[in-house]
Structure formats: C-alpha cells, structure tokens
C-alpha cells in the first residue's frame, strides 16, 4: 500500500464517523485491492474493527484470513462453530509451518485467534488444542500464548 493509500485510509479509520465509512465501504474496499484485501494490514484490520462494531454483516468479507474473522466474531458476539474453529486453526498452523516467510507472525496471528477462541467460549475447542500438543503441531511460542489465554480463561 503506498504512502497515499495509507495517508488517506488513516485519516478515513480516525477522522470519519463510521456511518460514512459503512456507506461508502465498497468504494474503500476496492481502492484497497477489491476482494483481495490484505488483512495482514492493521490499518485495513482497524477499519473492519470499527465498522462491524455497529454494522455486524461485514464480518464475514475478512473470511479470508482466520485470524481477523475470528477476531471481528468474538467483538461482534458472533457465532463460529467448535469444528470450524478447530480445523481453520489446524490449517493455519499448518501453512505458517510451511511458509517460512509467514513464520515470524506465528506468535502474533494465533495468539489472537485463541484470545477469540477464548472470548466465545470455545474451552471445548481449547481443549483439544491442548490434546493435539504432543504430535508436534504447535510451536513452543504457540504453546506459551495458548497457555496464558487458557489461565485467563480458567481464572487459575
């Protein structure tokens, strides 16, 4: 994203009420790349943030990455099902673990899927996480913050 990209999409995140920004989000979202967002981005992430706070529909555009869908559900009180949470977080962990120049994310990305995780309740999906950790599928970061949620959690 360039610098005037970014210059005008900060100005509309923070200066513009969010009832402007929802009217004209198709016009945002196609000077931002169209349906290939980029929500690694965390200007595009805050501009999601604030507008599903009031208008929930647009949660599902940031379907695309795991991460910031589950982190617009769990702030809208959205509804994601338990084997869906477990398989996308599987797959997630899977393709980090095979693209080596999304591997320094790791720790960051998946942390806030299971803080989203956490804030819907998913201790059932929690909890087969922590079955699934002696075949070797998470990282030792992965492990440290998938433990402190669940203490957060479990209030231990």
């Not at 923070?14 to 198709?26: A, C, K, T």
């Not at 909890?127 to 030792?140: A, V």
Request: charged content about 25%; glycine content about 6%.
């Amino acid at each position: 994203m360039n610098q005037g990209v970014q210059d005008a999409l900060r100005k509309v995140i923070f200066d513009f009420e969010v009832e402007s920004i929802f009217s004209n989000l198709n016009i945002i979202i196609e000077n931002l790349g169209g349906p290939d967002l980029n929500f690694k981005d965390w200007m595009v992430r805050k501009l999601f943030i604030r507008v599903s706070a009031t208008h929930p529909e647009i949660v599902d555009l940031a379907s695309s990455h795991w991460p910031t869908y589950c982190y617009l559900c769990a702030k809208c009180g959205l509804h994601i099902d338990d084997e869906i949470c477990f398989d996308k977080y599987l797959d997630y962990i899977k393709m980090l673990s095979k693209s080596k120049s999304s591997y320094g994310e790791y720790d960051n990305h998946s942390g806030l899927i299971i803080w989203a995780y956490g804030i819907m309740g998913k201790k059932n999906v929690l909890d087969r996480l922590i079955g699934i950790e002696n075949l070797g599928l998470l990282h030792e970061i992965e492990k440290d913050a998938r433990n402190s949620y669940m203490r957060d959690l479990y209030n231990f």
